[in-house]
């Protein structure tokens, strides 16, 4: 079983930056990939970011790729979100998640098996 704890959401306002960490409980995190998504109110969660078990591999949706970073540290067992130029658009409630069967990034939600509980990202114009 993984436990993985979101931090660092908040109210910002447009412009601004957040860093999202997601601390996870696995032994084994270091063999997982890791991925963020997002569900604004009435809208589907959808695809954020994705990380490889190294690092190596980084993936992004087209609506945030120059101004989103995803990042890992393994030592840590946690996995970042760092973002920036946020948008009234980017509010959401993220989740973190891990793909405890493959090292492989992937943008498919129905890939993770394992969730946070998320946290809230407000980002005011």
């Known amino acids: 079983q993984v436990q993985l704890v979101e931090s660092g959401g908040g109210v910002v306002q447009a412009g601004g930056a957040l860093r999202l960490s997601c601390a996870a409980s696995?032994?084994?995190?270091?063999?997982?990939?890791m991925g963020w998504f997002r569900q604004a109110p009435g809208k589907e969660r959808e695809f954020v970011a994705t990380i490889n078990w190294s690092g190596s591999t980084t993936y992004y949706a087209d609506s945030v790729k120059g101004r989103f970073t995803i990042s890992r540290d393994n030592a840590k067992n946690t996995v970042y979100l760092q973002m920036r130029s946020l948008k009234p658009e980017d509010t959401a409630v993220y989740y973190c998640?891990?793909?405890?069967?493959?090292?492989?990034?992937?943008?498919?939600?129905?890939?993770?098996?394992?969730w946070g509980q998320g946290t809230q990202v407000s980002v005011s114009s």
């Open positions: 998640a891990a793909r405890s069967i493959s090292r492989f990034a992937s943008t498919a939600l129905s890939d993770y098996d394992y």
């Open positions: 696995a032994r084994t995190f270091s063999s997982y990939a």
